[in-house]
């Protein structure tokens, strides 16, 4: 799908929100090393309808076991976990694929977040990320 604008860009410090050079875009010409911060945050707008965007940041990381041509590839590891709000879903329009990654993303964020959280905040995020049926 092309929405229109970027899918992430470099995250800056002292209040730079875009810094680069790293970014995820049509006009990019910089190479994704390991070590790199970027956002990930696709979106669609229908004119006059709606529109979202969903954002996380991600480091580019080293992955162990796969290579191509004699060459290390990269893969991405989510940074900001966050629950997504279900109430502002429409599940009917998404389809099995869809729902999996919100799930398998819901439960990432539990097993991560919920260690650190209080009993009665761990119980709101809990359902928060309860598992979607298909």
């Excluded at 006009?27 to 979106?43: D, Q, R, V, Y």
């Excluded at 709000?85 to 694929?97: A, G, S």
Aim: with cysteine.
């Amino acid at each position: 799908m092309d929405y229109g604008h970027g899918t992430g860009h470099g995250v800056g410090s002292c209040l730079s929100v875009h810094e680069g050079p790293q970014r995820i875009s049509r006009g990019s010409k910089t190479i994704l090393e390991p070590g790199m911060i970027i956002s990930n945050e696709p979106g669609f707008y229908l004119k006059n309808n709606f529109g979202i965007r969903i954002e996380n940041l991600m480091i580019v990381k080293k992955c162990k076991k796969n290579r191509f041509n004699k060459k290390t590839m990269l893969f991405f590891k989510t940074l900001t976990l966050a629950p997504l709000d279900i109430k502002l879903i429409n599940y009917k329009m998404l389809n099995k694929e869809e729902i999996n990654w919100i799930n398998n993303y819901h439960s990432s964020v539990y097993k991560t977040i919920s260690p650190h959280l209080e009993i009665s905040n761990r119980n709101w995020l809990k359902n928060i990320c309860k598992k979607l049926e298909i």
